[in-house]
């Protein structure tokens, strides 16, 4: 049973954050890389402390856990979303979304080197099978950016280092507070960093429209809120390896709600990708030796 909430719970983020990969790019258009950001963490927070709000508020902070919601805040979240957005600038949601998939391997050496978790077999296929599924999705079609900036790759690469601090610190923390607490602090650590990037930024507000906000609003609530609130969830149930493992779904919604939103051209490679990503997702969690809340 806490196997099948654990999945349940990944496909969550999953969904949400293979969708908002579209969204930035969409949102890049008119607005500012780390005004976008700071928008949908601002919304998130007040979101959350309005749902603790509605008990008893958030859970008190212990002091010795400071350093870890400011590795979560500031470099899992600010630093990797600017990383990553800038990233989407240069090389498009496509070709971005197929750098996120190395952050199984990167999570899974990681987390063995860290905390000595012995890695199965099948994991490490199934693993390799994944990252070649996201291959074919993005190098099967016209969906790669031609005309790619490189540079967008190196900024991607630093996005999923600033992403295993985020599971590193994160792990430092379960257990400790309710998963609602724990996103909320780790919101709040997070908003003081902003104050770092946004003089820099500029924004066409006259162009900011109705579409512009419905995306925000979805980055804020579906993207962050409840993405962030389940996949701590997840790896609390599941594990970091799996969990991380999941993410490699991102490149089918992706795929599917470029497909309707933008347009986009799906070849049959591409769909060939999406079946060995699914499998072998499945073949990891199935298999996992991890032990509940690794």
Same mark, same amino acid.
């Given at each position: 049973?806490?196997?099948?909430?654990?999945?349940?719970?990944?496909?969550?983020?999953?969904?949400?954050?293979?969708?908002?990969?579209?969204?930035t790019e969409?949102?890049?258009?008119?607005?500012?890389?780390?005004?976008?950001?700071?928008?949908?963490f601002?919304?998130?927070?007040?979101?959350?402390?309005?749902?603790?709000?509605?008990?008893?508020?958030?859970?008190?902070?212990?002091?010795?856990?400071?350093?870890?919601?400011?590795?979560?805040?500031g470099?899992?979240?600010?630093?990797?979303?600017?990383?990553?957005?800038?990233?989407i600038?240069?090389?498009g949601?496509?070709?971005?979304?197929?750098?996120?998939?190395?952050?199984?391997?990167?999570?899974?050496?990681v987390?063995?080197?860290?905390?000595?978790?012995?890695?199965?077999?099948?994991?490490?296929?199934?693993?390799?099978?994944s990252?070649?599924g996201?291959?074919?999705?993005?190098?099967?079609g016209?969906?790669?950016?031609?005309?790619?900036?490189?540079?967008g790759?190196?900024?991607?690469l630093?996005?999923?280092v600033?992403w295993?601090?985020?599971?590193? #610190? %994160?792990?430092? *923390?379960?257990?400790?507070?309710?998963?609602?607490?724990?996103?909320? @602090?780790?919101? !709040?650590? &997070?908003?003081?960093f902003?104050?770092?990037f946004l003089?820099?930024?500029?924004?066409?507000?006259?162009?900011?429209?109705?579409?512009?906000?419905?995306?925000?609003?979805?980055?804020?609530?579906?993207?962050?809120?409840?993405?962030?609130?389940?996949?701590?969830?997840?790896?609390?149930?599941?594990?970091?390896?799996? #969990? %991380?493992?999941? *993410?490699?779904?991102?490149?089918?919604?992706?795929?599917?709600?470029? @497909?309707?939103? !933008?347009? &986009?051209?799906?070849?049959?490679?591409?769909?060939?990708?999406c079946?060995?990503?699914?499998?072998?997702?499945?073949?990891?969690v199935?298999?996992?030796?991890?032990?509940?809340?690794?």
């Open positions: 049973m806490r196997l099948l909430l654990g999945i349940i719970y990944i496909l969550i983020p999953t969904l949400a954050w293979g969708v908002s990969f579209v969204s969409f949102l890049l258009r008119t607005m500012g890389p780390m005004i976008i950001v700071a928008i949908r601002c919304i998130g927070t007040a979101a959350l402390l309005a749902l603790l709000k509605l008990k008893k508020g958030p859970a008190k902070l212990k002091r010795e856990h400071i350093p870890y919601f400011l590795l979560a805040g470099i899992g979240i600010v630093a990797y979303f600017y990383f990553e957005n800038i990233g600038l240069n090389i949601a496509n070709d971005s979304v197929l750098m996120v998939a190395t952050m199984p391997i990167i999570t899974m050496l987390d063995s080197f860290i905390y000595k978790n012995k890695l199965g077999i099948w994991n490490v296929v199934s693993v390799a099978a990252f070649a996201v291959a074919l999705i993005v190098f099967g016209s969906s790669s950016s031609g005309g790619a900036n490189p540079v790759y190196v900024y991607m630093l996005a999923i600033s295993v601090v985020y599971i590193m #610190s %994160t792990k430092k *923390l379960i257990g400790n507070y309710p998963y609602l607490d724990l996103t909320f @602090y780790q919101f !709040l650590f &997070s908003l003081p902003f104050v770092f003089p820099f930024e500029h924004t066409s507000w006259q162009l900011v429209g109705f579409e512009q906000w419905a995306h925000i609003i979805f980055l804020s609530v579906m993207a962050s809120v409840l993405g962030f609130y389940f996949y701590n969830k997840a790896m609390d149930y599941i594990g970091a390896t799996s #969990s %991380t493992v999941f *993410l490699n779904f991102m490149p089918i919604i992706t795929l599917i709600f470029g @497909y309707f939103y !933008l347009g &986009s051209a799906v070849s049959p490679f591409q769909i060939i990708g079946i060995i990503i699914i499998i072998s997702a499945t073949v990891s199935l298999n996992s030796r991890e032990s509940s809340g690794a």
